[in-house]
């Protein structure tokens, strides 16, 4: 073979928007007419994960403990809801593990996807034979056996009449890749738009070696034909080479996501692919008839590997992709590709997919106030930025919210004092103590006033009467003013002691005290529930005319003034030193 490495390759972090746009519409186009499909090959067994049974089967210890055939249907449900069409999932089991998955499936109701879009279909196995040619025999006196390799899903497609179902539905797309990689993305339809765009009948994602002693296959030109030349094929000179910017020449790793048009299916399956040899350890029984355990490697696997496909093709798309983004497989217990690899990048990836969807959301939605959005606006592509307002939902804990003022759901604004006080209204109402009212004060930070305001407005939306200080006054008062009136509750916007950014919101009861559990944990479950747009408010003039808005000021503070004079403990002595006392106020 004639080797070079791969020219004008794609990846997918160098595409311009518009270029991006223009193969998603292209992808999206088939996707929604329903002619594509997926498949997986899951024939492999979790015996290197310690655990029995199939691989697609396991838990690699995520807080909702959904197995792997879980996690990849998860990626098909979005797909279903995002592009309005149930793709049908094909998936390879082998001899050994073919029951056991299905039952699996069954057990599970199939993960809430339609049962019928998904069907199985047996992979092929070889002779194994010992390293000194002879066939081996297992356990039961016939000839040891081994599966074909993931070049063997091609055969297997033919012989499950597999091929001749895509073309009865209209399937034009046919993606193929692993069990064991959790954040594959079964569905891309930017992937489906560059191979139409580029009239190829496949295509393949790559990502880039880590390190050139990695033990992965890599593509590059064969023959002037995309291949893959193994990690035990490639030369130690031509492993480490690398570019004017310092990348690997030889360094996209085959991670098998591969994309194949049936006619370029139809076309590599009915060709003969090479095979290859792996030595592994295998159990047979000698001529004796004792069963032998090897404790080293005794017996060749021959394998067919999907990749060598693509030399029967005229031309082939390739994608580099980032491995953070679309490659956390598990093959190993510990280490590296292992569970805990596997889980802390399947986490951190959905983290980061959750707060930029946030991110844009409230870009786009008409119900967030347009100053807010406006400053969304301004921190396009800051994504450190983005991910520290967007990460989280700012906790309404113990008592209430405090967070820096700004845009984002882990700021104070008018959205999320909006969502607590809606959850709070809601708790009020389910209360039936509506028709009391609920006090409101605020301190002398910024959007102090802005925020009780608001927080007036959204209980009157929901017919829940307030009694608003006409400026600025302490706790006390506030505690006092709830007695008082009567109120079932009062909320003061403070943050306190917090530097000048902060900004509160805290909820007292009716006693005048701070919330406690178990009425807080309830506030907090209603709060929950609110979904920005649930979120009421009416105008000031409306709110006067039904009644559900007043002010209250000098009276409020002459009463409490008095009352508070009652409580002196010595009196006599306040007069001694009226005169001599310094106070130092910092508003």
Aim: glycine letters at 8%.
């Amino acid at each position: 073979n004639i080797l070079f490495p791969l020219e004008n390759l794609k990846g997918k972090d160098k595409l311009s928007k518009e270029t991006k746009d223009r193969f998603d519409k292209l992808g999206s186009e088939v996707l929604e007419k329903g002619e594509y499909a997926v498949v997986t090959m899951a024939g492999g067994q979790g015996t290197r994960l310690g655990h029995t049974g199939p691989k697609g089967t396991f838990d690699m210890g995520l807080d909702s403990h959904k197995s792997i055939f879980e996690l990849l249907c998860d990626t098909l449900k979005r797909a279903r809801d995002e592009f309005k069409v149930v793709v049908p999932w094909y998936i390879m089991t082998s001899r050994e593990n073919n029951n056991e998955t299905v039952a699996f499936f069954e057990k599970n109701n199939y993960f809430g996807y339609p049962r019928e879009a998904i069907k199985f279909f047996i992979q092929g196995q070889l002779p194994m034979i010992g390293l000194d040619g002879k066939i081996l025999l297992d356990e039961n006196g016939l000839v040891k056996e081994a599966a074909d390799g993931h070049g063997g899903t091609l055969k297997a497609m033919g012989k499950n009449k597999i091929m001749e179902q895509m073309r009865e539905d209209g399937i034009e797309w046919i993606f193929v890749c692993g069990v064991d990689n959790v954040l594959v993305k079964l569905v891309d339809p930017l992937l489906l738009g560059m191979s139409i765009d580029a009239k190829v009948l496949g295509s393949v994602k790559t990502i880039e070696k880590t390190d050139p002693k990695e033990r992965v296959g890599v593509f590059c030109r064969k023959n002037k034909k995309v291949g893959v030349i193994e990690y035990t094929e490639i030369s130690e000179e031509m492993a480490n080479m690398r570019d004017d910017y310092g990348s690997l020449v030889y360094g996209d790793a085959n991670a098998i996501f591969h994309l194949y048009n049936i006619k370029g299916l139809e076309k590599v399956s009915d060709v003969r692919l090479p095979y290859h040899t792996a030595v592994k350890k295998a159990k047979y029984i000698d001529s004796e008839g004792k069963l032998v355990i090897p404790e080293k490697p005794n017996a060749y696997k021959f394998e067919l590997f999907i990749f060598d496909s693509y030399e029967m093709l005229d031309d082939v798309v390739v994608l580099r992709v980032k491995r953070e983004e679309e490659f956390a497989p598990i093959k190993n217990a510990e280490g590296a590709d292992s569970p805990e690899t596997a889980r802390k990048l399947y986490t951190d990836y959905w983290n980061r997919m959750e707060y930029l969807s946030k991110y844009e959301k409230w870009c786009k939605d008409a119900n967030i106030d347009q100053s807010l959005r406006d400053e969304l606006f301004a921190i396009k592509g800051k994504e450190e930025e983005i991910k520290d307002r967007f990460y989280k939902d700012l906790d309404f804990g113990t008592a209430g919210l405090r967070g820096i003022i700004g845009a984002g759901t882990n700021r104070m604004n008018y959205t999320t004092v909006g969502k607590a006080t809606q959850g709070l209204a809601n708790y009020i109402i389910n209360q039936g103590t509506a028709d009391k009212g609920v006090v409101i004060s605020y301190d002398s930070r910024k959007m102090s006033r802005e925020f009780s305001e608001y927080t007036a407005l959204c209980l009157n939306a929901n017919g829940i009467k307030t009694y608003l200080m006409d400026e600025l006054r302490p706790v006390p008062e506030l505690s006092y003013a709830i007695r008082e009136l009567g109120a079932t509750a009062g909320v003061m916007i403070t943050a306190s002691h917090n530097a000048a950014q902060y900004n509160g919101y805290k909820v007292y009861w009716d006693d005048g005290a701070q919330i406690v559990s178990p009425r807080d944990k309830d506030i907090i479950a209603e709060v929950n529930k609110v979904d920005y747009a649930d979120i009421k408010t009416i105008s000031r003039e409306e709110a006067g005319e039904k009644r559900l808005y007043f002010t209250i000021g000098k009276a409020m503070d002459d009463s409490y003034n008095r009352t508070l004079k009652k409580l002196v403990l010595n009196p006599d002595v306040i007069k001694k030193v009226e005169k001599d006392i310094k106070i130092v106020y910092t508003p």
